[in-house]
């Protein structure tokens, strides 16, 4: 099984500024990666596949970027809505597996 | 507009069963994969089970294996989950999702609002 760490577990970031959020995987999954964002009581949202293609109306401040083993998500100035929770997924190799999520909150 | 409702949501001791439903609209289900993602409260995402979608490709995660069965109905346009021998552990956020599969690897790109399954004497 893959296992996708991300870190940090908890990103404090101020309105506007960008925040950078990691993922890691302890085998290659090649450009196989997807993140999702997550708000309280809500269903995940896609917002990057194929480790860097932005998926249908996510803004432009969202970018994906990285293969193999690293991967990074970007929010160039994070907006009130952004506040939530982030996970990355690898959809390499079965099990899939997501990593335990990045929070990102108001600092 | 796609729209997945997922039903079934309940309460059962451990050790019983509880079938799950997803009804899907907007979007022409017979093309899609489809597959089963849960959420225990306060923690991360496990995928659950897939299906591919003439049904003929099926997986699910260790921990279910032999005690759930993923099946689909294309002509009702639902998805299922059979689950038996339930355990506290398997309690959960239910999300049924839909998958996109270029290159023949699956992601998902839309999930349902959820289903609370419920394990507990």
């Known amino acids: ?107 | 507009e796609v729209q997945l409702v997922e039903s079934g949501e309940g309460l059962v001791q451990p050790g019983g069963s509880l079938r799950l439903s997803c009804e899907a609209s907007g979007f022409t289900f017979s093309t899609y994969a489809m597959h089963w993602v849960r959420q225990a409260p306060g923690k991360g995402l496990e995928y659950v089970a897939a299906i591919s979608r003439d049904a003929k490709t099926i997986y699910y995660v260790d921990s279910v294996k032999d005690r759930f069965t993923i099946s689909r109905d294309n002509s009702k346009n639902t998805l299922y989950l059979q689950m038996g021998s339930l355990r506290v552990e398997d309690m959960a956020v239910y999300y049924c999702a839909r998958a996109v599969c270029p290159s023949n690897l699956c992601y998902i790109d839309y999930w349902g609002q959820g289903t609370l399954v419920t394990v507990s004497s």
């Open chain 1, 1 to 107: 099984e893959i296992v996708m760490t991300q870190s940090p577990a908890t990103l404090s970031v101020s309105p506007g500024e960008r925040a950078t959020l990691s993922c890691r995987a302890s085998q290659s999954v090649s450009g196989n990666l997807v993140w999702y964002q997550q708000k309280p009581g809500q269903a995940p949202r896609l917002l990057i596949y194929g480790a860097s293609t932005r998926a249908t109306d996510i803004p432009a401040r969202f970018s994906g970027s990285g293969s193999g083993t690293e991967f990074t998500l970007t929010i160039s100035s994070l907006q009130s809505e952004d506040f939530a929770v982030y996970y990355c997924q690898q959809y390499n190799t079965w099990p899939r597996t997501f990593g335990q999520g990045t929070k990102v909150e108001i600092k």
